[in-house]
């Protein structure tokens, strides 16, 4: 939303600093409040100058409706745009590494902190990601907030240029740390009018354009973007996953510290990696688990041979319908053994799927740290962090399947326990990389069920 011209005349310094900046008289400044627009020639040096982004310019043109023909004109110094298929053109400035178009569905997540962490979860696979908060960058990057060895997320939308860093653990610009992971983005948009449109219309495709020539073609990209068939039906986690079963000894990150280790289990546990964070095998050790991964094509075979205390089924990206496909057989065969099971996320959805329910897409799905679930087996609420865009229809729960959480965002389901068997889900991520740590409490829950 653009701002006033003289709202930007008092960021500058004044009129007489204004007219400096911009090579200008001071009667072109005083034609600017006139008109209450700025020519777009002066664009680049008012926003290196102010901080703002190309949708606060007054007569920005940034955004365009729908109608191909008419689509916004690039902007003087726009470097990279974000298109939508419905003919929506978002003008900004490129981050990270050049693509001739970077497609995928585009979702907002409201995340104040942990940038690094959301940009790797493998969850976001398939994906373009739009921050809420405007300050990205301010922690840097480090080779410990990993949470996968490369981000899976198609892109990133941002309001303001990427933050310098000023944080001790920084060992990288976050902008140097896109171009080398090969991840593209666009600063400069208008990520309140982008979110409100995720918000009233649900998570649209999108484009992202910042090629290293600089040729953009809207009016192509509008297509590219149409045409992309979207995440329903389409199953990513064998994508993510890795592609041989290890095990994994890391445990919690302490300050002064660093990474614990593993040395005296008390349970073994299975973890089927449908794109499984690194902070979630973390918490298991944490809970004194001997952790071990396997595929996400694993059978039941594949995991009971191990003989495990317990199995776990990870978060992951995609329709939890077509990964069904390979990981219900897998699930009801562990169901059938009476081993004690944990899921999270996709996993959760997939637990629900082999008990013969189903899932749905969401209009804009659940994305933050900051989702409020209450715990209906204890009353209490806690603030949770998630990532999913699919959900379990509760109404096809089967009898003998108890809801043990809830959404209080908009009462979808969060949770579930199979009565008289060790088996539980929840639809958020426990481990809190990043977000609170209300639901730690959780993987204690697991390993109750594997003592008894």
């Known amino acids: 939303m653009a701002i006033s011209v003289d709202e930007i005349i008092e960021r500058l310094g004044g009129i007489d600093a204004a007219a400096r900046l911009a090579g200008v008289g001071t009667e072109a400044i005083r034609k600017w409040r006139q008109s209450r627009a700025i020519p777009a020639k002066h664009w680049p040096a008012l926003l290196a100058a102010t901080g703002l982004g190309f949708a606060d310019m007054p007569g920005s043109p940034q955004v365009s409706e729908i109608d191909p023909g008419h689509l916004a004109p690039r902007p003087a110094g726009a470097t990279a745009v974000i298109v939508l298929g419905d003919g929506s053109v978002f003008w900004g400035a490129g981050i990270g590494a050049h693509t001739d178009g970077a497609v995928g569905e585009v979702c907002f997540n409201t995340g104040m902190a942990g940038y690094q962490e959301t940009l790797t979860d493998p969850s976001f696979a398939g994906q373009i990601i739009t921050f809420t908060f405007p300050h990205i960058g301010n922690t840097g990057t480090n080779s410990e907030d990993m949470e996968a060895a490369a981000p899976f997320a198609r892109g990133l939308v941002i309001k303001q240029d990427i933050t310098d860093p000023s944080n001790w653990r920084s060992a990288a610009h976050l902008n140097d740390w896109l171009r080398a992971r090969n991840m593209p983005g666009i600063a400069g948009v208008d990520t309140r009018a982008l979110t409100a449109r995720i918000r009233d219309g649900g998570a649209p495709n999108g484009i992202i354009c910042f090629p290293a020539d600089g040729q953009i073609d809207t ?17 990513l986690a064998r994508e993510v ?94 169901l059938a053994s009476g081993k004690p099971i944990f899921g999270i996320c996709l996993g959760h959805q997939l637990l629900a799927t082999a008990l013969g329910a189903k899932t749905y897409k969401m209009a804009r799905g659940h994305r933050g740290a900051n989702q409020p679930v209450k715990d209906l ?72 069920l594997m003592e008894g």
């Open 219 to 235: 009016a192509e990209l509008v297509a590219r973007a149409a045409a992309w068939p979207g995440l329903v039906g389409m199953d």
């Open 377 to 448: 087996t204890t009353g209490r609420v806690e603030i949770t962090s998630q990532n999913h865009g699919f959900a379990v229809d509760e109404k096809t729960l089967p009898a003998g399947v108890t809801i043990t959480h809830v959404s209080l965002f908009d009462g979808s389901n969060e949770g579930l326990a199979l009565d008289g068997k060790p088996v539980f889900s929840v639809q958020y991520h426990p481990e809190a990389s990043p977000g609170p740590s209300d639901s730690h409490y959780l993987f204690q829950r697991f390993t109750k």
């Open 241 to 334: 996953s890795c592609t041989e079963e290890y095990e994994w000894t890391e445990g919690e990150w302490v300050w002064g510290t660093g990474f614990g280790r593993q040395e005296s289990p008390k349970f073994k546990v299975v973890a089927v990696d449908y794109g499984a964070k690194r902070n979630i095998l973390r918490c298991l050790v944490k809970a004194g688990c001997q952790v071990i991964v396997v595929p996400a094509t694993a059978t039941a075979a594949d995991i009971l041979k191990h003989n495990p205390d317990g199995v776990f089924l990870s978060n992951g990206p995609g329709d939890p319908a077509a990964t069904a496909d390979y990981a219900v057989p897998a699930i009801q065969g562990v």
